[in-house]
């Protein structure tokens, strides 16, 4: 059974080294080198919190094993982003990486993750019945996250409108996602379905659990603390010295690196079944960019000696920003109802396809005028539910929800 453990936290262990004697030793490997070996070093750190915050499960219940999760999920996406927000506080072409690795890994959450969660939960569940099915129908407390997210995703409309992410935006996200937080420590939580090395944790005799658990958590936040200031530096030399974007390196290498782990855990959940569950993950995750992760960045900007004011973006981050929160707006609308329907999965895919054929400006504009005309057809068609989603998190009524 320990063999389920003890290989993958070896594999994982074996990929941080290269980058943990590179920090302590000081030697400086070229750009590309090092960008593998801590990229390697934040994928590897991004299973260890994984595996050790499903585990964590087990024994912290209610709204602390929630506050948990939902930043030690995101933590290595986090760090990247923030080191950016907070180097552009003294240097400003740092603004744009920021603001493209934020909406890189919320496109790519929702793009390519919920897609991909869907179609394998529904071909799968084809398989077992025998019979083509043609929706997800998520359950019924899942309705109070969606809609945090409906809101977060209607809020981020700022941004672009108004060309920053203000610092008083940034409080108000922040109020916003401890109001989340605070809601979901009074709903009911279910028992945890664990899989692969994190069951394998829960079940360790409690003081052995929560010993390794913590343990975990700490290797880590280590691992992703040294590792994150020279991989995102070395995003930006590699695609200088390779003559690639390194915007576009920044925007989708750094996210794909950072949410692979959650992406793994999301498609064993659809694998094993659970496909509910895993797109409930997943809707948690985008809740926590839009409001934990946005509001976080004018603060971090702030902090490294940046205007109050706010993170001032430039033309193409407008557009980026208004790019990923028609798609939110889309993805949103097409849940609406409780059910992710195939054609909404193949949708969304297809569209986050699309920009990488056409990158250009215009195709980033006309794309979001296809995202907002689909939102508003899958908005009218699933007017039922828009007013009791806008209204759920503000319900007394206990919800019962998983823990993401």
Not at 65 to 75: E, F, G, M, N
Not at 250 to 270: G, N
Not at 290 to 295: A, E, F, K, M, R
Request: aromatic letters at 10%; charged letters at 10%; a neutral charge.
């Amino acid at each position: 059974m320990y063999a389920t453990l003890l290989r993958p936290l070896a594999l994982c262990a074996a990929l941080t080294v290269p980058a943990l004697v590179a920090r302590s030793a000081g030697p400086h490997p070229d750009a590309l080198i090092a960008l593998l070996m801590f990229g390697a070093a934040v994928v590897a750190a991004s299973f260890v919190l994984a595996w050790a915050a499903e585990a964590a499960q087990v024994d912290i219940s209610g709204g602390l094993a929630i506050a948990l999760l939902a930043v030690i999920a995101v933590l290595p996406e986090y760090a990247v982003d923030l080191y950016f927000a907070y180097t552009a506080g003294s240097d400003p072409t740092y603004v744009a990486y920021a603001a493209a690795n934020m909406t890189g890994s919320n496109r790519l959450l929702l793009g390519l993750g919920w897609s991909l969660v869907v179609l394998v939960g529904l071909a799968l569940a084809s398989r077992r019945t025998g019979r083509t099915v043609r929706e997800l129908v998520l359950e019924s407390g899942y309705r109070v996250e969606l809609g945090f997210l409906a809101i977060a995703s209607l809020v981020a409309f700022v941004v672009p409108a108004t060309g920053q992410i203000s610092l008083l935006l940034g409080f108000a996200l922040l109020g916003f996602f401890a109001f989340y937080l605070w809601k979901m420590s009074r709903a009911e939580v279910g028992e945890p379905h664990l899989v692969g090395p994190a069951a394998t944790i829960g079940a360790l005799p409690r003081r052995a659990r929560r010993t390794v658990v913590v343990a975990l958590f700490l290797f880590a936040a280590v691992v992703i603390v040294v590792s994150a200031e020279p991989f995102a530096q070395a995003l930006i030399s590699t695609g200088r010295e390779l003559g690639v974007d390194e915007f576009l390196l920044v925007q989708w290498l750094a996210p794909l690196a950072s949410e692979s782990p959650e992406f793994i855990v999301a498609i064993l959940f659809a694998v094993r079944g659970n496909a509910s569950d895993a797109i409930g993950t997943l809707i948690s995750s985008k809740v926590n960019q839009w409001t934990l992760l946005v509001g976080s960045l004018p603060i971090a900007y702030l902090a490294g000696g940046g205007g109050a004011g706010g993170l001032v973006l430039d033309a193409r981050q407008v557009e980026e920003f208004l790019l990923t929160a028609t798609q939110t707006l889309l993805g949103v609308a097409a849940l609406l109802a409780l059910r992710f329907p195939r054609w909404a999965a193949w949708t969304l895919l297809g569209l986050f396809a699309v920009q990488f054929v056409f990158p250009g400006q215009t195709a980033r504009y006309v794309l979001c005028g296809i995202y907002l005309v689909l939102a508003v057809v899958a908005l009218v068609h699933n007017r039922k539910h828009v007013v009791p989603t806008l209204v759920a998190p503000f319900r007394r009524e206990p919800q019962a929800v998983k823990p993401g």
